[in-house]
């Protein structure tokens, strides 16, 4: 057999070849990925027939040669697509000598399929060692020219790994250098990311039609300051404000469609339109990056190709709409996730990269990938412009009605919340941005931490809340989904300490755990209490240790080993009023600056109570907390959907009680207080009387909100009756004296009646819309409260749009004139046509809602 070759690009086109052209060009730099793999000793004296050469009864090892580089990219484009595609000409890569071709070399090893139980005994081959690559000594190889090229294709696939291709023009495929030629151009480019003479002809050539796609990590090794592993709302700003204000990235700023991916679990889509941005996020809500790295044990080689493959395929015939992009993102994330998962195939055969299940449709057990616009974070970028949360976006006016569904029904069967990132730590769920971003840091230190073998000293971080909040279950939760099994935890009261010298045994006990083997967590709690009447006083007594890693015991000093040393606010429940408490001498006198640069990192844990007065998503923790705690002490209430039979009463006062007194530890106590024991349904007759209510909550305040709607619906009539006593004067003049909708409440018909009674009954529907409740007035008169223009039209359009259903219901159609035997009115239509003189009768019904409210005996309240 002839030596394997490489046909060099040709340096002029060469001519037209028979039959059909080839509507995909893919083309790049190549490599051959050199696999290698061991293999165990022959077994001997199972059959005495049996003979092996010598070397196999030593540990052993094969290899295979797989395409590698847009070789790769060329494969997997044909297998997502099923069309010919044209591609770099080679011949038995397993002969090409190192001089002519890139190489690379990785170890496989056996791996479990991944790290979920379900999966045990499951095995796979996955890269255990990138050995690295070898090439030529002196200058990359010529780029081997593109078998059936042609001018017309519609596709053109680029792989840029920046080893020449880039440098190279006559290498370059004819569609995409030809003056005629109009493909759809996709790039994929690894760095450097600039400077690259590839970047800049598709850019002038192919304008409009180029899609380059780039890694987030080439872009963080070249200097570019993006967040990891935070939360997505800080990742996807940071990378937006960078795209708009960095210099360096100028050239990636041309590119019409930029996607940046962001490993398995997301990327960034963003188009640039005249001077501005429009940025497009797709994401895993239940997963932030590199969380597949850790859930799939071993590496994985041609993850990008897969993902490049897919989003080109799902091109093919089509523009580059944002819908056609942003499904070939799903796509292009859902076939690498599938190579990660079957590497490179199961351990009874020889490794190869696979290519049947990569490209297929996405089915019921691909995780859902969510969607949203993600917002300019202006001139001053995100870390100090508005507080973007993607919850907040889904949930806007809505929270109220989100709340009471992920009780009732659980996050999971909520629609609107499908989208809202959710932070896993052990067994807490949050869905607060600030927290996941808190608790998301700390889980980044300890894991760093816990890998280093011989830290000089503890990994020293703070947790800030009220009390009740859950800070050290927290804390906790985040350690043991790292390491569950190299942890053990320990806590110490500070507030309970007599003395300095009582920290000494309390180190010991520390130490023994470090000295058995494993990690000490270890919870100072209350560490900014009083010592002997001074204010923050204990500081100064953990700074030894918390430097240098000992603590003094008489004249002999003791190392501590390897800890984790969480400080939990006590007086402080947040780190920022800590910190602000720096200007202060006393601060500076008890060594608190000195206490804060031994930190590496702090979280706030928010809780069940409102964490100010701007806090608008204190409904939706507590409806997480309120459903954690039935699922656990009252599992009786789920019927066999999974939902939560629960009384509306109760359910509203549980989420809208003014405060808890001890935070989440309040919420649990009042469930377990509760004569729950054998019941189906928690109802208000289940809950504890008042003076045990008294403990944890304002009783009277709660009695009032279990009874809200039940008091409302006693009140239907009252408010209905008002309604229309406004009605009459304004239509005094416009209609007859005898015509029905005139006549006093008492002669009424009782059709006009009930459509009074539907305007009151919709009255809380219509406030939550825009974010506001009411509760009842309790002693005294409500408040004046006052609504905003915006919030007022929207209820006035709101009710216009239940007068048009209520009136089709009954037969009426749109006519000209009012005629009640014919059911014409002319106010059966939109919002927007509808005439400005009776869009003003409803705005003036809308404007009125706090006033009847406050007549009924309730008052509005913002839950926003």
Same mark, same amino acid.
């Given at each position: 057999?002839?030596?394997?070759?490489?046909?060099?690009?040709?340096?002029?086109?060469?001519?037209?070849?028979?039959?059909?052209?080839?509507?995909?060009?893919?083309?790049?730099?190549?490599?051959?990925?050199?696999?290698?793999?061991?293999?165990?000793?022959?077994?001997?004296?199972?059959?005495?027939?049996?003979?092996?050469?010598?070397?196999?009864?030593?540990?052993?090892?094969?290899?295979?040669?797989?395409?590698?580089?847009?070789?790769?990219?060329?494969?997997?484009?044909?297998?997502?697509?099923?069309?010919?595609?044209?591609?770099?000409?080679?011949?038995?890569?397993?002969?090409?000598?190192?001089?002519?071709?890139?190489?690379?070399?990785?170890?496989?090893?056996?791996?479990?399929?991944?790290?979920?139980?379900?999966?045990?005994?499951?095995?796979?081959?996955?890269?255990?060692?990138?050995?690295?690559?070898?090439?030529?000594?002196?200058?990359?190889?010529?780029?081997?020219?593109?078998?059936?090229?042609?001018?017309?294709?519609?596709?053109?696939?680029?792989?840029?790994?920046?080893?020449?291709?880039?440098?190279?023009?006559?290498?370059?495929?004819?569609?995409?250098?030809?003056?005629?030629?109009?493909?759809?151009?996709?790039?994929?480019?690894?760095?450097?990311?600039?400077?690259?003479?590839?970047?800049?002809?598709?850019?002038?050539?192919?304008?409009?039609?180029?899609?380059?796609?780039?890694?987030?990590?080439?872009?963080?090794?070249?200097?570019?300051?993006?967040?990891?592993?935070?939360?997505?709302?800080?990742?996807?700003?940071?990378?937006?404000?960078?795209?708009?204000?960095?210099?360096?990235?100028?050239?990636?700023?041309?590119?019409?469609?930029?996607?940046?991916?962001?490993?398995?679990?997301?990327?960034?889509?963003?188009?640039?339109?005249?001077?501005?941005?429009?940025?497009?996020?797709?994401?895993?809500?239940?997963?932030?990056?590199?969380?597949?790295?850790?859930?799939?044990?071993?590496?994985?080689?041609?993850?990008?190709?897969?993902?490049?493959?897919?989003?080109?395929?799902?091109?093919?015939?089509?523009?580059?709409?944002?819908?056609?992009?942003?499904?070939?993102?799903?796509?292009?994330?859902?076939?690498?996730?599938?190579?990660?998962?079957?590497?490179?195939?199961?351990?009874?055969?020889?490794?190869?990269?696979?290519?049947?299940?990569?490209?297929?449709?996405?089915?019921?057990?691909?995780?859902?990938?969510?969607?949203?616009?993600?917002?300019?974070?202006?001139?001053?970028?995100?870390?100090?412009?508005?507080?973007?949360?993607?919850?907040?976006?889904?949930?806007?006016?809505?929270?109220?009605?989100?709340?009471?569904?992920?009780?009732?029904?659980?996050?999971?069967?909520?629609?609107?919340?499908?989208?809202?990132?959710?932070?896993?730590?052990?067994?807490?769920?949050?869905?607060?941005?600030?927290?996941?971003?808190?608790?998301?840091?700390?889980?980044?230190?300890?894991?760093?931490?816990?890998?280093?073998?011989?830290?000089?000293?503890?990994?020293?971080?703070?947790?800030?809340?009220?009390?009740?909040?859950?800070?050290?279950?927290?804390?906790?939760?985040?350690?043991?989904?790292?390491?569950?099994?190299?942890?053990?935890?320990?806590?110490?009261?500070?507030?309970?300490?007599?003395?300095?010298?009582?920290?000494?045994?309390?180190?010991?006990?520390?130490?023994?755990?470090?000295?058995?083997?494993?990690?000490?967590?270890?919870?100072?709690?209350?560490?900014?209490?009083?010592?002997?009447?001074?204010?923050?006083?204990?500081?100064?007594?953990?700074?030894?240790?918390?430097?240098?890693?000992?603590?003094?015991?008489?004249?002999?000093?003791?190392?501590?080993?390897?800890?984790?040393?969480?400080?939990?606010?006590?007086?402080?429940?947040?780190?920022?009023?800590?910190?602000?408490?720096?200007?202060?001498?006393?601060?500076?006198?008890?060594?608190?600056?000195?206490?804060?640069?031994?930190?590496?990192?702090?979280?706030?844990?928010?809780?069940?109570?409102?964490?100010?007065?701007?806090?608008?998503?204190?409904?939706?923790?507590?409806?997480?907390?309120?459903?954690?705690?039935?699922?656990?002490?009252?599992?009786?209430?789920?019927?066999?959907?999974?939902?939560?039979?629960?009384?509306?009463?109760?359910?509203?006062?549980?989420?809208?009680?003014?405060?808890?007194?001890?935070?989440?530890?309040?919420?649990?106590?009042?469930?377990?207080?509760?004569?729950?024991?054998?019941?189906?349904?928690?109802?208000?007759?289940?809950?504890?009387?008042?003076?045990?209510?008294?403990?944890?909550?304002?009783?009277?305040?709660?009695?009032?909100?279990?009874?809200?709607?039940?008091?409302?619906?006693?009140?239907?009539?009252?408010?209905?009756?008002?309604?229309?006593?406004?009605?009459?004067?304004?239509?005094?003049?416009?209609?007859?004296?005898?015509?029905?909708?005139?006549? =006093? *409440?008492?002669? !009424? $018909?009782?059709?006009? #009646?009930?459509?009074?009674?539907?305007? %009151?009954?919709? /009255? &809380? @529907?219509? +406030?939550?819309?825009?974010?506001?409740?009411?509760?009842?007035?309790?002693?005294?008169?409500?408040?004046?409260?006052?609504?905003?223009?915006?919030?007022?039209?929207?209820?006035?359009?709101?009710?216009?749009?239940?007068?048009?259903?209520?009136?089709?219901?009954?037969?009426?159609?749109?006519?000209?004139?009012?005629?009640?035997?014919?059911?014409?009115?002319?106010?059966?239509? =939109? *919002?927007?046509? !509808? $005439?400005?003189?009776? #869009?003003?009768?409803?705005?003036?019904? %809308?404007?009125? /809602? &706090? @006033?009847? +409210?406050?007549?009924?005996?309730?008052?509005?309240?913002?839950?926003?």
């Amino acid at each position: 057999m002839p030596e394997a070759e490489l046909t060099p690009a040709p340096t002029s086109p060469p001519a037209r070849q028979a039959g059909p052209e080839p509507r995909i060009v893919v083309a790049g730099d190549i490599a051959v990925d050199w696999l290698q793999w061991p293999m165990k000793p022959a077994c001997l004296g199972t059959c005495e027939d049996e003979r092996h050469p010598n070397w196999r009864l030593y540990t052993g090892f094969r290899e295979a040669a797989e395409p590698g580089g847009a070789l790769l990219l060329a494969q997997m484009v044909g297998d997502a697509t099923g069309l010919p595609v044209a591609r770099p000409r080679t011949r038995r890569l397993d002969r090409i000598p190192a001089e002519k071709i890139l190489r690379s070399a990785s170890v496989l090893k056996e791996y479990p399929l991944s790290s979920a139980r379900k999966d045990e005994g499951k095995k796979v081959y996955r890269i255990e060692q990138f050995r690295g690559f070898c090439g030529p000594k002196l200058a990359n190889p010529a780029p081997p020219a593109v078998q059936g090229d042609s001018p017309h294709a519609e596709l053109v696939v680029l792989d840029d790994a920046g080893n020449g291709f880039r440098d190279c023009p006559a290498a370059w495929p004819q569609a995409f250098a030809a003056p005629e030629g109009s493909p759809l151009v996709v790039l994929k480019m690894s760095r450097p990311l600039t400077r690259s003479a590839l970047l800049a002809e598709a850019v002038r050539r192919h304008g409009q039609r180029l899609v380059v796609v780039v890694r987030a990590d080439d872009l963080r090794e070249a200097g570019v300051d993006i967040s990891r592993r935070l939360s997505w709302e800080r990742t996807a700003q940071d990378l937006l404000w960078q795209l708009q204000l960095n210099s360096e990235l100028d050239e990636l700023k041309h590119c019409a469609h930029l996607v940046v991916r962001f490993g398995l679990e997301g990327a960034l889509h963003t188009q640039w339109r005249g001077d501005g941005v429009e940025a497009a996020l797709l994401y895993d809500p239940g997963a932030i990056e590199e969380d597949y790295d850790q859930r799939y044990p071993g590496k994985m080689q041609g993850l990008a190709s897969a993902f490049v493959a897919a989003l080109a395929a799902g091109l093919v015939g089509k523009t580059l709409a944002p819908e056609a992009i942003g499904q070939g993102i799903r796509n292009g994330l859902r076939a690498a996730r599938r190579l990660l998962l079957r590497g490179f195939g199961g351990v009874t055969g020889d490794p190869s990269y696979p290519r049947q299940g990569i490209f297929v449709p996405s089915g019921e057990a691909d995780p859902f990938l969510a969607d949203v616009s993600v917002p300019d974070p202006g001139p001053t970028g995100p870390a100090c412009g508005h507080f973007w949360t993607i919850l907040d976006e889904v949930t806007r006016d809505r929270l109220e009605g989100v709340a009471r569904n992920v009780v009732e029904r659980g996050r999971e069967k909520d629609k609107s919340l499908s989208k809202v990132p959710v932070g896993c730590f052990g067994e807490m769920r949050t869905l607060d941005r600030a927290e996941i971003e808190g608790l998301q840091m700390i889980r980044n230190l300890m894991a760093e931490y816990l890998l280093n073998p011989k830290p000089k000293n503890p990994l020293c971080i703070a947790v800030f809340g009220p009390p009740g909040s859950g800070k050290s279950f927290a804390v906790t939760q985040v350690a043991e989904s790292i390491a569950k099994d190299r942890v053990e935890e320990i806590t110490f009261n500070v507030a309970e300490f007599t003395s300095p010298q009582a920290l000494a045994p309390a180190f010991h006990r520390v130490r023994d755990i470090a000295l058995k083997g494993k990690v000490p967590l270890v919870f100072f709690d209350e560490f900014d209490s009083r010592l002997d009447g001074r204010k923050l006083g204990w500081l100064k007594y953990f700074l030894a240790p918390m430097q240098d890693g000992e603590f003094r015991e008489g004249e002999a000093v003791h190392p501590i080993g390897k800890a984790i040393f969480v400080f939990a606010g006590g007086t402080s429940h947040s780190f920022q009023r800590f910190r602000g408490e720096g200007a202060q001498k006393g601060f500076r006198n008890a060594k608190g600056p000195d206490f804060l640069s031994r930190l590496r990192g702090y979280v706030n844990i928010v809780g069940a109570n409102e964490a100010s007065r701007t806090d608008s998503l204190v409904l939706i923790r507590r409806a997480a907390f309120l459903r954690h705690i039935l699922e656990k002490n009252a599992p009786q209430v789920f019927d066999s959907s999974g939902k939560a039979l629960i009384d509306r009463g109760v359910l509203d006062a549980m989420l809208k009680v003014r405060e808890y007194r001890h935070g989440v530890r309040s919420m649990l106590a009042i469930v377990q207080m509760s004569l729950l024991a054998g019941r189906r349904c928690f109802e208000r007759a289940d809950l504890p009387p008042a003076e045990q209510l008294e403990l944890h909550v304002d009783a009277r305040a709660f009695s009032r909100l279990a009874l809200r709607h039940i008091l409302f619906e006693g009140r239907i009539e009252d408010i209905a009756r008002e309604l229309h006593n406004r009605y009459l004067p304004p239509m005094q003049g416009e209609r007859p004296a005898d015509d029905p909708t005139m006549q =006093p *409440w008492d002669k !009424l $018909p009782e059709l006009y #009646k009930e459509s009074n009674r539907q305007v %009151a009954d919709q /009255i &809380p @529907e219509k +406030l939550q819309s825009i974010g506001c409740s009411f509760r009842p007035a309790g002693e005294g008169a409500p408040p004046p409260f006052q609504l905003a223009d915006r919030e007022i039209e929207r209820l006035a359009q709101m009710e216009h749009e239940r007068y048009v259903e209520e009136r089709k219901r009954a037969g009426w159609v749109y006519g000209p004139e009012r005629d009640e035997e014919k059911r014409t009115h002319p106010c059966i239509v =939109p *919002w927007d046509k !509808l $005439p400005e003189k009776e #869009k003003e009768k409803d705005i003036a019904s %809308a404007r009125a /809602i &706090p @006033e009847l +409210l406050a007549k009924a005996g309730f008052g509005v309240c913002r839950v926003t």
